[in-house]
């Protein structure tokens, strides 16, 4: 891994890679089938003047391109990619911040959210994958790719892991243009070690970039927002904290902490049409490069990742606290499940012993349904053994 810290033996960095090859392999098999109907066509929808037509025809080119492109996995047969749909996303005289988009994930989705009419904010502090250094070319370079194709973008070589910096970010797009509609928060880093072996300075410093630095960008744009009755945000989580990934403790935690925190937002912002959603990425970036299977890493292009981004961020869309997963042209949607459980009588003293003979009911996820709620079916669970009216 570039630039990471380490693991401290041959056998250590064998088990993270490893760990890293049987989640990214996991990832596209439970994907597989499950596809979405996001345009990729960018400019060449209804209303698209030929203006707008070729500044997108430009930046696709320069993200790859995505049209006509996805894997047969075994004997699934894809979905075609063409004529899903005849709906075109824009974002004219929308404005957009995307952190950490000097390259990988950030990057793809600057160039798309450009190449559909938005004025992005291009930020990145240049650092590498640990979040040591920094080298202000690579917004720069983004940005120019931008203006090359005929769009409008500013950087920002601010860190998202100090409130102030992140205010920075904020008040970049602002002075420019005066208003944001879209945060992608997207800035991370990794410094991946065993629990046992990992510094604290580095469990605290990942946490202080993803968690921290997307609750500073997210605060820091949050009033405007409001002001505007109006607002798109995107979060970045992980499988590495959904279901857990040798040596990402200290990422795991972060990533599950801003699941967290659209789970709250999404009530606070909705009556300011402010939505709140996460992306649950799996992408060959500079960040993953040496840790996913040779054989699947060449179909997990971050452009594959960025329609999903792009339609969370759009006006057009009305989900709020969901988490997508998006993995080499497959996309879901991760849920949380409760199970029916076990309902003593809360009247009743409850021994450690009928927790134990219980257990098995307790566990059994066959009946499970959506955990949408913090009393779940509490309340109609104590009305039926007439605890409550």
């Known amino acids: 891994m570039r630039g990471a810290a380490e693991p401290t033996d041959a056998g250590q960095r064998a088990e993270i ?17 499950q596809r979405a109907g996001v345009p990729v066509d960018a400019g060449q929808g209804r209303g698209a003047d030929g203006r707008r037509a ?46 950490g988009s000097g390259a990988g994930l950030g990057r793809s989705h600057a160039l798309l959210l450009a190449s559909r009419g938005a004025k992005v904010v291009v930020n990145d502090p240049g650092g590498a994958v640990d979040g040591r250094g920094g080298a202000q070319a690579v917004a ?20 998202v892991a100090e409130f102030a910096a992140a205010q920075r970010i904020i008040d970049t797009a602002m002075n420019t243009w005066g208003r944001v509609d879209i945060l992608v928060n997207n800035a991370g880093i990794l410094r991946d070690k065993a629990f046992n072996n990992m510094e604290m300075t580095d469990y605290e410093f990942v946490n202080q970039v993803h968690h921290l630095g997307t609750a500073y960008c997210t605060k820091a744009v949050w009033p405007v927002m409001r002001k505007q009755q109006y607002g798109r945000i995107v979060v970045t989580t992980s ?9 990402q403790a200290n990422y795991g935690a972060a990533k599950m902490a801003v699941n967290g925190l659209i789970n709250v937002l999404r009530f606070e ?20 490069e040496s840790l996913l299977p040779p054989d699947v890493a060449p179909w997990m292009k971050p452009e594959l990742v960025s329609p999903a981004v792009a339609w969370l961020c759009s006006e057009e869309c009305d989900q709020n606290g969901e988490i997508i997963a ?64």
Request: hydrophobic share 40%.
């Open 17 to 33: 890679a490893e760990a890293h090859r049987r989640m990214a392999g996991a990832v596209v098999r439970t994907d597989a089938g």
């Open 54 to 99: 070729a500044t997108a025809h430009r930046i696709e080119a320069a993200r790859g391109g995505l049209a006509g492109r996805c894997l047969p996995w075994h004997d699934f047969r894809p979905d075609s990619n063409q004529g899903i749909t005849s709906m075109t996303i824009r974002f004219d005289d929308r404005v957009a911040i995307v952190t």
């Open 140 to 159: 720069d370079q983004v940005v120019a790719e931008i203006k090359a194709a005929g769009g409008e973008a500013v950087a920002s070589y601010d860190s």
């Open 239 to 247: 499988g590495s904290g959904t279901v857990g990934n040798f040596g």
């Open 269 to 288: 912002g909705a009556k300011y049409n402010i939505r709140i959603n996460a992306i649950s990425p799996s992408a060959l970036t500079r960040m993953t």
């Open 326 to 389: 998006a993995t080499a042209g497959g996309y879901a949607r991760v849920q949380y499940f409760i199970s029916e459980g076990m309902q003593f009588d809360p009247a009743e003293p409850v021994t450690i012993e009928m927790i134990a003979e219980s257990i098995d009911r307790i566990r059994d996820m066959s009946t499970a349904r959506p955990y949408t709620g913090l009393m779940g079916n509490v309340a109609e669970k104590l009305r039926e053994m007439g605890r409550i009216a």
